[in-house]
């Protein structure tokens, strides 16, 4: 299966809805609420964990969803979109959305991620916050939608479990 064969509508992110949590097996509640890197528990289900941008730029608030909700108003915002891969196979489609104001000092290191893993950056910083995470099954995937804090700035990070991934 081909990553352009895996794209996400976005707009299903935008009409983000979190399910109840009660409804998740242990298996699957492991995996979505996870605490540590993603990209570190993945990288126990094969040999490596690569990053292939799909999209990385500044975005006006108009054209994010309910994600705007759920961060405080900015002029604008970076948004990168990514596959994860383990080995060859995708495994998790990936959206963060970052508040402008969020990037200033070492943050705005976020826009030049490229290919590394934004968990690489998130976990070497000791000033990294989760205020929430939510769970959701849009189309029979699992998602999760967590609210993060680097010195207190908020970004948020919607992870998408696509079908080859280890969580299923
Ligand atoms: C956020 C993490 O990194 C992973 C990589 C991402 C990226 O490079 O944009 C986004 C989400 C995660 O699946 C993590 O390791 O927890």
Redesign the pocket.
């Known amino acids: 299966m081909t990553s352009e064969t895996l794209l996400i509508p976005n707009w299903k992110i935008r009409d983000w809805y979190s399910t109840q949590s009660d409804s998740l097996s242990k298996p699957v509640a492991d995996w979505l609420l996870e605490e ?5 528990r ?1 990288e126990r289900y094969c040999h490596k964990v690569t ?1 292939q941008p799909l999209f990385e730029g500044y975005i006006p608030a108009s054209s994010l969803g309910n994600e705007l909700s759920e961060l405080p108003t900015d002029k604008r915002y970076w948004v ?1 979109e ?1 596959f ?1 891969f383990g080995d060859t196979i995708p495994w ?1 489609w ?1 959206r ?1 959305v970052v508040p402008e104001k969020t990037l200033s000092g070492p943050e705005q290191q976020l826009i030049e ?1 490229g290919d ?5 950056y ?2 070497s910083q000791s000033a990294l916050e989760r205020d929430y995470i939510q769970v959701s099954l849009h189309d029979g995937l699992w998602g999760r939608r967590s609210r993060l804090r680097l010195s207190g700035k908020p970004l948020l ?1 919607t ?1 998408i479990f696509l079908p080859s991934s280890p969580l299923y």
């Open positions: 540590d890197s993603m990209t570190r993945c990053v990168r990514v994860l998790i990936a963060t991620l590394t893993p934004l968990g690489r998130l976990f990070l992870e």
